[in-house]
């Protein structure tokens, strides 16, 4: 009986022994340069589990570190650190000394973040000089709550602090003061990562931002400028130009339609070799034949090669179009080109700027110089968003990457005007100009009434480039050879019933649906 009363009496202890908890004896010894060697003395049984404190927020920008090194007695997994109790385990501090006003400050959680109750926790702290202060809290990290007792020995060179009581995970804070200049120790801080601070505008980055800005778009400026701008012409170049000699269509600078449609906005688009496909016709290279349709039919038209045609005089361009639209057949419809025609056109494009160039309007082929351009300016984007997000996450100077980030944006768009004309390509744009003028002036009364079907017809591929089909084919329809209505033009060829009086709205559904067949994205052009 006195065996079971004895067992019983020890399985009552133990609870209680867990419930009062370990006991933890600190003693600290700071050292010259700031680092703090601590001696803990951990009272208890079994394997103990304690989480260092080894950061806590300084500032808006920044945290304070604490770094803890060589430790013995015990092992240290990040901010875990595993002792066998009873044991004692040693380990050395950085960062815990900060001035603060006439001292130096010693700061650290001598005892806290074990995951078991602390019953009794007592801490020594000695310097490398009197103590000036000292001060202590427990509970949370933030606790304001005083420990249960401090105080320092009558000579001042050791500050003394005991806790009665710590629940798990709580800790005790000693904060000593040592004369200034004693110690010569210093926070170590982090940048701490925030969207508020990583794109602080304030005077430094406000002023360094606007400073990158204008030296990048000031250089993207000044590289336009240099490399963008179409060279000068001589003054007079501009004004309307009439493009009949001697009763002949002549053409400001002999500039066919696709050539001026690339010449005007630097880009060979569907819009030019819809044009173009009408000046095979006025030309005499094919004939459109449009096709007759009940009223709920989609509108068709059959090209027909015309045999006699030489094309040896065709530009590259239009006999890699002319080739393209036949491909050995004497004749096709424009609903077979839908959907086959997008691998031609390509290399018609492709034959558009390599004529530019050859006709020496431009020095550079436009697409090309587009491409170049606007690749740098997406490279410079790349570049400034990764500048920008290591700015942000290491500084407070994220704005200084939107500067390239801007800068690439204006390049990447700006690569679009950067294709520059030569003083020939740009007096050849002048005369074009001065043509357009004299196309929409509605002044006609020179033109020979016998040549006005062959010329006003020559006028309209210029007409479908200038974005005035319609207003065209009104005058193209409006005569004939012998100032009569016809049923027909020579190059155009309508079904039964048809006349001149619906050539207009022919002409126009014809480029819509032209333009449309031969690409599947239409560009459009302002002039």
Known sequence: MAVLGAAALALSATPAMAEAGITDEVTMQLGKGGTLHVIEKVGGTGQL????????????GNDRVFQVSGVKGGKLEGDLLTVTAPGTVEYDVKGAVAPAGAT??????????????????IVKVTGPGQVQNLSCFAGDLGSATGCTTASMDHEATEADFEQDYLAPGHALTVIVG????????????????????????????????????????GGLFILYWTRGRDARVAGGERGAINPVQNGHFAPPDGVRPGQIGTLVDEQADVVDVTATIVDLAVRGYLRIDEQPRQTYDAPDWLLVRLPNASILALLPYEKALYDAIFEGRDAVLLSQLSGSFGGHLGKVRDALYADVVSQGWFARRPDTERTRWTAIGVI???????????????????????????????????????PAKTAKGSAALAHTLGFREYLFSGDLGEVPEQ??????????????IFDGVEHWSRVVASVTGNGHQADNLYWYHGPAEWDLSKFAGSMRTFTTTTSGAISTTRQFRTL
Do not use: C, N
């Open 178 to 217: 040592f004369p200034k200049g004693s110690v010569g120790g210093a926070p170590i801080l982090e940048h701490r990562f925030s969207l508020t601070t990583a794109f602080t505008l304030d005077t430094v980055t406000g002023g360094a931002l606007g400073a990158l800005l204008v030296l990048l778009l």
């Open 380 to 418: 410079l984007i790349g570049v400034g968003l990764v500048a920008t997000v290591a700015l942000a996450w290491l500084t407070t100077y994220g704005l200084l990457g939107l500067a390239l980030v801007i800068a690439g944006g204006a390049l990447a768009v700006g690569g679009q005007y950067m």
């Open 104 to 121: 130096e400050e010693l700061r650290w959680y001598a005892v806290g973040g074990w995951k078991v109750p602390v019953a009794k926790a």
């Open 49 to 60: 589990q304690r989480t260092l404190t080894t950061r806590i927020r300084y500032d808006e």
């Open 451 to 464: 040549h006005r079907v062959e010329l006003f017809s020559r006028y309209l591929p210029y007409a479908v």
